[in-house]
T-cell receptor
Framework: KAGVTQTPRYLIKTRGQQVTLSCSPISGHRSVSWYQQTPGQGLQFLFEYFSETQRNKGNFPGRFSGRQFSNSRSEMNVSTLELGDSALYLC?????????????FGSGTRLTVV | GQQLNQSPQSMFIQEGEDVSMNCTSSSIFNTWLWYKQDPGEGPVLLIALYKAGELTSNGRLTAQFGITRKDSFLNISASIPSDVGIYFCAGANAGGTSYGKLTFGQGTILTVHP
């Protein structure tokens, strides 16, 4: 069974640009969550999608957005990039996004904003 | 909001020693999860706990879900060099504003000297 696949693995962008990251969940998993990991703030929840609907959102500005497709694949977008957006972006999939299932993480996308 | 306090922040041990780390929360969780993260990779699920008081083992790892649902600990017995990494606790709750959301501790950096 293939794991969670995130692309690309590494990305370098310039301030002011926008970026789109992709996440393919484990087959059969319908919930995809996104996290930002930085040395200072640790792992912070961005948002969660289930059946193409955003069900939950963390405390991030509107520059961070996402979507989910009918095959459960998800993308997140960051517009008007800032230096502070440099981070490891992780997605996690689970069967339902409920509390009684484990969440499987991808290897992440390392975004560097210069 | 909910916060998890994980301790210790770092540990330096000799190969063969036992390790113990724990997480406490100001509020309850329905699920506690323990993850290990290697450099440049996403967190990998080690143990999932779904019931207060539950004690679960996975090889040399043992974790417990506290009776109050506000804490959890992870023990590693007879450590080996490949145990090196960052260990995270995470809590999850049911439905509503908790969908797909894990709240993470700050992590415990484990170094094992051969």
């Amino acid at each position: 069974k293939a794991g969670v696949t995130q692309t690309p693995r590494y990305l370098i962008k310039t301030r002011g640009q926008q970026v789109t990251l992709s996440c393919s969940p484990i087959s059969g998993h319908r919930s995809v969550s996104w996290y930002q990991q930085t040395p200072g703030q640790g792992l912070q929840f961005l948002f969660e999608y289930f059946s193409e609907t955003q069900r939950n959102k963390g405390n991030f500005p509107g520059r961070f957005s996402g979507r989910q497709f009918s095959n459960s694949r998800s993308e997140m977008n960051v517009s008007t990039l800032e230096l502070g957006d440099s981070a490891l972006y992780l997605c996690a999939s689970s069967q339902t996004g409920g509390h009684n299932y484990g969440y499987t993480f991808g290897s992440g996308t390392r975004l560097t904003v210069v | 909001g909910q916060q998890l306090n994980q301790s210790p922040q770092s540990m330096f041990i000799q190969e063969g020693e036992d390790v113990s780390m724990n997480c406490t929360s100001s509020s309850i969780f329905n699920t506690w999860l323990w993850y290990k993260q290697d450099p440049g990779e996403g967190p990998v699920l080690l143990i999932a706990l779904y019931k207060a008081g539950e004690l679960t083992s996975n090889g040399r790892l043992t974790a417990q879900f506290g009776i109050t649902r506000k804490d959890s600990f992870l023990n590693i017995s007879a450590s080996i060099p490949s145990d090196v990494g960052i260990y995270f606790c995470a809590g999850a709750n049911a439905g509503g504003t908790s969908y797909g959301k894990l709240t993470f501790g700050q992590g415990t950096i484990l170094t094992v000297h051969p």
